[in-house]
């Protein structure tokens, strides 16, 4: 099993990225995926889950700024960023947990991580 994420890059306060997390060696449609960010010097932060149906949940402090959405056929889930602030610098990486029993709902906690992709938002 495999997650790359990718399309980090530098991006001006108020700017957009879409991160991209990539899946491979497992049915995507039969997993929860997750994405969590963990800044310098910081404790890793939940950003946000789509779940098995697409059911999507968001970390107070991106609510409103971003989308996470998920192409099965492509075997990718994407992270839509907007209006960024400095205070989403991370390295941002996405997780997987097999949750088809429960379908509506995000893990507590995924068996499979992926490297990350480093977000730095300066202006």
């Known amino acids: 099993v495999q997650l790359q994420a990718s399309g980090g890059g530098l991006v001006q306060p108020g700017g957009s990225l879409r991160l991209s997390c990539v899946v491979s060696g497992l049915i995507l449609e039969d997993y929860a995926i997750g994405w969590f960010r963990q800044a310098p010097g910081k404790e890793r932060e939940w950003v946000s889950c789509i779940s098995v149906d697409g059911t999507t949940y968001y970390g107070d402090s991106v609510k409103g700024r971003f989308t996470i959405s998920r192409d099965n056929a492509q075997h990718t889930v994407h992270l839509q960023m907007n209006n960024l602030k400095p205070e989403d610098t991370a390295v941002y990486f996405c997780?997987?947990?097999?949750?088809?029993?429960?379908?509506?709902?995000?893990?507590?906690?995924?068996?499979?991580w992926g490297q990350g992709t480093l977000v730095t938002v300066s202006s």
């Open positions: 997780q997987a947990e097999s949750y088809i029993r429960y379908p509506k709902k995000c893990p507590r906690s995924y068996d499979y």
